[in-house]
């Protein structure tokens, strides 16, 4: 699926979702008569509670390998980033929880994901360099959202839409598409790269499935985050809530055990979810 063809789907789905009101009917966004596609952030949280304690669980199975340890920590922070987002598209905004918010999704919200990603693919003394490297970038992001003033007015006009708009340091809004480009190159990019040798293994193409699964759903939240950027922050709700399942399908499809006669591809190291 391309971007343009999943911004497509987002559009569609969200427009499905989202009733229009009725004439004099209180703006949802208002906080006034929140609609069904509200919801799906307590959906998205819950779904990744669970998604959370099966990775740990096997997780502790495998001598807490760092890339299942690194998707733990992305995984609670999806789901910390949709409950605080749910918390205040339901019952309103305040500076600590944007910031929250703007911290464990904009900042969090990929990056240990991809973070596992790249301990999955790469040598451990690299992966160890570049993760590094790239939490420098990170801290930073980090103690400048907890240090920049907020503008109160514009926030108290939009209780109920989350947006990144609030900040007043806005070159904070500089570092986390290079933060989330990273984190995208890493899971989605390594996915597709993943899926691409495991369909040339004819007897594992499930888990040629799965990786791509995992792909699609790591694309999502950032084309739903874009379509919130444009004024349509359903579709980020949306984005979120499909990914995350996607992401767990994909991973369980991995899971599955391989065909007595199946071989693993030839490769320089296990790129395999399940390992």
């Known amino acids: 699926m391309t971007a343009a063809g999943a911004t497509d789907l987002l559009s569609t789905v969200a427009a499905l979702v989202v ?22 952030p307590i959906l998205s949280t819950l779904i990744s509670a669970a998604f959370l304690i099966a990775l740990l669980s096997r997780a ?10 690194w998707w733990a920590v992305g995984v609670f922070f999806y789901g910390l980033g949709t409950a605080i987002e749910s918390t205040i598209t ?3 905004n305040s500076v600590v929880l944007f910031k929250s918010w703007y911290w464990a999704g904009a900042i969090l919200g990929g990056y240990p994901l991809g973070t596992g990603s790249l301990y999955l693919l790469a040598s451990r003394r690299f992966a160890n360099t570049l993760t590094a490297i790239t939490m420098v970038i990170v801290v930073v992001a980090s103690v400048a959202i ?40 890493w899971l ?24 791509a699964l995992i792909g699609v759903g790591g694309l999502l939240p950032g084309i739903g985050g874009s379509m ?48």
């Not at 004439?23 to 929140?34: L, M």
């Not at 502790?60 to 340890?69: E, G, I, M, T, Y």
């Open 19 to 40: 009733a229009a009101p009725e004439a004099g009917a209180p703006d949802a966004a208002a906080g006034a008569a929140p609609m069904l596609v509200h919801y799906l």
């Open 146 to 185: 907890l240090l920049s003033p907020v503008d109160a007015e514009a926030l108290a006009r939009e209780m109920h839409r989350p947006k990144g708009e609030y900040l007043q340091w806005q070159w904070i809004r500089l570092l986390t598409p290079i933060i989330n480009l990273y984190a995208a190159f």
């Open 90 to 92: 339901l019952m309103g």
């Open 228 to 275: 919130a950027k444009a004024g349509i922050p359903e579709g980020l709700y949306v984005g979120e809530f499909v990914g995350i399942i996607l992401i767990w399908i994909g991973y369980w499809m991995c899971l599955r055990p391989a065909p007595p006669a199946a071989a693993p591809p030839q490769q320089t190291h296990d790129d395999d979810p399940a390992a």
């Open 188 to 211: 989605v990019g390594g996915a597709f790269w993943s899926s691409a040798k495991w369909f040339r293994h004819t007897m594992r193409r499930d888990r040629a499935l799965g990786t």
């Open 60 to 69: 502790s199975k495998r001598n807490w390998a760092p890339h299942l340890v």
